[in-house]
């Protein structure tokens, strides 16, 4: 069996997905902020089902709307009558679904408990061990249904913001690393639960935890950490990444942070791309050089932009919000090349 877990993009949601990392093997996971994402995030796991093996599709922390209820329910009907074998489950405790949650037999609603421990619950009873996050969980609890008498509620707070901040790798970018990265800080975490001031301590060492994500075999701040461990990853998929725009060969990134140092970090590691973009999900770019071509020209061609001849930017004007990096250069790509044609 194959999971496909979709959650939201809080605490509560990374919570759910750490739980679930603890049980299955075979596990796909999925990010939604609320409005267009949703049903975004929804299609990507209906063509990734695989007929040859059970799909378990498990949404936490994330109330649909009646209408995304209703096309979620007709696809998975269409599928197994296909011939996919798919169990659908959603676990969630926020009020909103509860026209949802009265329709949809799949649809769980609690909403005295956070979707985290709601999600503990379930698999719990189902007979997994999880002991050795059960008190991070109850923390994550505390915070999000806000019981602020609770002893874990402080030390709650500060795994908001451990999560919140956690942003060196973009979501949208390298999800499969975001995740990775934010079960990393949260387990680590664990450590100061039961000290004298746990959560006086935990807040004392975010940096040093994050740091330690990054970190190989020489200490360095965070910035550079980060730069080095996100070039390596461009450096390794830049043949999929490549763009091209009257002769230069650049690479395009997605919500990049800092990417004035990841753009100049990789140019220099790789000198035969003459440029670097990244663009966010609502049409606002930079891009970088090395001296191999002006960039500002480029900026000023392709979006009335401008800048410096090796830093410039823009903002793309009708620009659909974009959530998928495959959409995204494929979009760039047909860009880039009608302008080249002008």
């Excluded at 450590?191 to 004298?196: A, G, I, N, V």
Aim: with cysteine.
């Amino acid at each position: 069996m194959k999971l496909y877990h979709l959650s939201h993009t809080d605490l509560d949601g990374y919570g759910c997905q750490l739980i679930t990392n603890q049980i299955f093997e075979k596990i796909e996971f999925f990010n939604a902020n609320y409005g267009d994402e949703v049903l975004v995030r929804i299609n990507q796991i209906l063509n990734s089902l695989k007929k040859e093996e059970k799909n378990f599709i498990l949404i936490t922390d994330l109330n649909l709307t009646l209408e995304e209820s209703k096309y979620l329910d007709e696809k998975v009907a269409e599928y197994k009558n296909d011939g996919y074998n798919i169990e659908l489950q959603l676990l969630d405790h926020h009020g909103s679904g509860l026209e949802s949650a009265e329709k949809f037999n799949w649809y769980f609603l609690d909403i005295t408990r956070s979707a985290s421990k709601i999600t503990y619950d379930f698999f719990n009873k189902k007979g997994f061990d999880l002991k050795n996050i059960s008190k991070l969980i109850d923390a994550i609890n505390s915070l999000d249904i806000w019981l602020e008498n609770d002893e874990l509620f402080e030390y709650g707070k500060v795994l908001m913001r451990l999560i919140d901040e956690a942003k060196e790798i973009n979501r949208y970018m390298f999800p499969n690393i975001n995740i990775s990265y934010k079960h990393y800080v949260l387990l680590n975490s664990i450590e100061y639960l039961d000290k004298k001031d746990g959560h006086i301590i935990l807040d004392d060492n975010i940096y040093k935890l994050k740091k330690s994500f990054f970190q190989k075999d020489k200490k360095d701040t965070l910035d550079n950490l980060v730069t080095e461990y996100i070039v390596e990853i461009l450096t390794q998929r830049k043949d999929n990444m490549s763009i091209y725009y009257k002769g230069h060969k650049g690479i395009l990134t997605f919500g990049i942070q800092n990417s004035s140092i990841v753009g100049n970090g990789f140019l220099r590691k790789n000198p035969d791309f003459h440029f670097f973009m990244n663009i966010n999900s609502r049409g606002t770019f930079s891009l970088r050089a090395n001296n191999q071509m002006d960039v500002s020209k480029m900026a000023y061609e392709i979006a009335g932009g401008g800048g410096h001849p090796n830093a410039s930017g823009g903002k793309i004007k009708n620009f659909k919000e974009q959530f998928i990096y495959s959409e995204l250069k494929s979009f760039i790509e047909e860009l880039l090349k009608s302008k080249e044609e002008q």
